[in-house]
């Protein structure tokens, strides 16, 4: 399979992923689905995603290698940010679900009209009414499925916005925190299966992230102390080994976490969520006309020197890696609704 690439926003700089577990990615999304779909769908399920995750995270005889400095430093993972030591990591679980100083090392930007990412991630940018764009929005969900069939407002609510994906790889930081400020109107699980969130994968399936497991948040904007971004679906989607989504939404740090509850004021920039150990993926869903992406994101995204797996749909559809907190979009046009 070709190599799977994307661009460092930072520079501009085009690198190459080592895509973790993609021999058995491979295996799983070609040998086991086409010649036994039985075992595919067990191995896609709760209960072996829960094992491997164990097997993977849980087990202090991994730790000798997940938890070396070497390994960690190939990934490019910054220890110094961490609240505790490599010392203190004593299984591969204590390494992915680290806090770290984002406050010094993830600064936000103060204009409240921007839209920030939710995770250290690598993402795409996209638009609902697009048409001559690959349709890409059919290659990774659909809506409907998305946030659920029977929630006929939202997709009404949705219908021709905007959407952003995140994909977070097994060595970044992975908390959740909030892309917008507002009041969270209804927050939702979908049960759905475990599938792995390697490009491979999603190339694959086609719309994986509308079968997943996933957590929906919708976040009121148009609100005293809000984004004024109109309302936004925050979809927190599961993945291979991935055991759940715990919300942990903190004021201040990581302080006094708490559920996240219709009603609740969330404040943009702070933790929202931890994902348990393993990959996974954020979509947000934007109301139409509301906010423009930053221009670097749409213009990395149609790079013709960039080989990413997702050129498979059609055309050039690349990431760029961004850090949570940071500026991804902002606010135009008239506050309100219709």
């Known amino acids: 399979m070709n190599p799977h690439q994307f661009v460092c926003r930072e520079d501009g700089q085009v690198i190459t992923e080592e895509l973790f577990g993609d021999q058995i990615v491979r295996f799983l999304y070609s040998e086991a689905r086409e010649k036994a779909p039985a075992l595919f769908q067990m191995l896609t399920g709760e209960r072996a995603s829960d ?137 939702y699980t979908l049960d759905g299966d475990y599938h792995s969130c390697n490009p491979g994968a999603v190339v694959k399936m086609v719309t994986p992230y509308s079968s997943n497991r996933r957590v929906v948040t919708i976040i009121d904007t148009d609100v005293p102390h809000g984004s004024w971004v109109g309302r936004v679906a925050m979809v927190e989607i599961v993945a291979l080994m991935i055991g759940g989504i715990e919300q942990r939404y903190s004021q201040q740090k990581y302080d006094s976490p708490t559920d996240v509850v219709p009603r609740m004021f ?52 690349n990431e760029t890696e961004v850090k949570v907190r940071q500026s991804i979009a902002r606010k135009i046009g008239e506050k309100g609704r219709s």
């Open 51 to 187: 094992l491997l995750g164990l097997l993977n995270f849980d087990l202090p005889l991994s730790a000798t290698f997940s938890g070396s400095q070497r390994f960690l430093k190939a990934r490019g993972v910054d220890l110094e940010e961490s609240l505790i030591s490599a010392n203190e990591m004593k299984t591969p679980r204590d390494f992915f679900e680290r806090k770290i100083c984002y406050w010094k090392s993830r600064p936000m930007p103060e204009d409240s009209e921007v839209v920030v990412s939710p995770a250290d991630s690598r993402m795409i940018v996209g638009g609902l009414s697009e048409v001559s764009y690959l349709k890409i929005k059919d290659k990774f969900f659909k809506l409907n499925e998305l946030l659920g069939t029977d929630r006929t407002d939202l997709h009404t609510i949705f219908h021709e916005g905007d959407f952003a994906i995140f994909r977070l790889t097994p060595e970044m930081y992975h908390w959740n925190h909030v892309p917008v400020s507002g009041v969270v109107r209804d927050i």
């Open 266 to 317: 969330l404040k943009k920039g702070q933790p929202k969520s931890l994902y348990r150990p393993g990959s996974s993926t954020d979509v947000l869903i934007f109301e139409p006309g509301r906010l423009e992406f930053d221009q670097d994101l749409v213009s990395f995204r149609s790079r013709s020197d960039v080989q990413s797996r997702f050129n498979a749909f059609g055309g050039h559809l």
